[in-house]
Structure formats: structure tokens, C-alpha cells
């Protein structure tokens, strides 16, 4: 029983390995290729043509000293940096006059990211830094719309001391 068991055992790993030996492999490279379907793509396979360095290529190549490049004028392209301010809000009333700044809602003499909101206009907010001025105009947004102002009629004494309206 043991010899039958043994035999079997030969007899499948020389058929394995003569298998191997006419698809022109040993059995170590068998081992480190993946088992993957066709059609299905092995999600951690190098892409075509890309193969991982042998040690004879690292120990026969020595690395090149880095050169430094310095690019063309023309292809620096200078972009500006975008203000961490955007003005989304102004109200302004008899009494008050607020502006809304990153969500955070600011009157005059207040202070925001170092600068000082020195005057809040219907359009826009005046920033100081020190003898800096910068100004911080509302978004234009793509949706016209009208306005218009109404004046507020004073209240008219007729005749009999009774307030402007018809009789």
C-alpha cells in the first residue's frame, strides 16, 4: 500500500515536471507567475514592458549624480495664488452695516485673518494691513438680476391733521 503510494506520488510529480520542461520553464519560474482566468487582468502585475530590476543590474550600474535642470522662462508660468477671502454678503441698513466673509459674518473695525475691515460697502469690503489697502468685491453671479429702490414717501398732514391716503 505504501509503495502504491509512493509510486503515484512519483509518477504525478514527473508528469508535472516533464509538463513544465516542454512549455520551456523550470518548476521555480512556474511558481512565480499568478494563476490568472483569460480574460481577467492581474490587479498587481507591472504594466507591458515594465520588468523588476535583477540584482546584476543594481550592482553592475552605478546610480548618475543628479543634475539639476533650470526650466525656460517661457515654460515658468507664475499663476496667482487664489485669496483665502471671498466676500459672499453685504448688508447694509440705517444703522448697520455687515458684510459676510467666509461664512463669517463682520462689521467695520473688525478684524479677519490679520486684516482690519475698514469700510463695508454695497459692492464691496476695504481690507487694511498696516498701510496696505485691498479691496474684496462680491462674486458676479451668472443670474442677472434687477433692483430697484423704492423711495419711502414721507407721511403728508392734509387739512384736518389726518395722514396722506384718500378720504
Known sequence: MKTDFNFKWILISTLCAGALLLR??????????????KGKRDPFALPYGVHPRSRESIQGVKPKPATPSIPEESSLKIEPKEDPLKLKAVLI?????LAMINHLIVQEGDMILGERVS???PDKVIL???DQKRTLYLDQSPIKLITEETPILPS????????????
Open 24 to 37: 520551456g520553464e523550470s518548476f521555480s519560474q512556474s511558481l512565480r507567475k499568478p494563476v490568472i482566468e
Open 93 to 97: 441698513s440705517d444703522s448697520l452695516r
Open 119 to 121: 469700510e463695508i460697502q
Open 128 to 130: 487694511t494691513k498696516g
Open 156 to 167: 403728508i398732514k392734509i387739512g384736518n391733521g389726518e395722514k396722506g391716503g384718500t378720504k
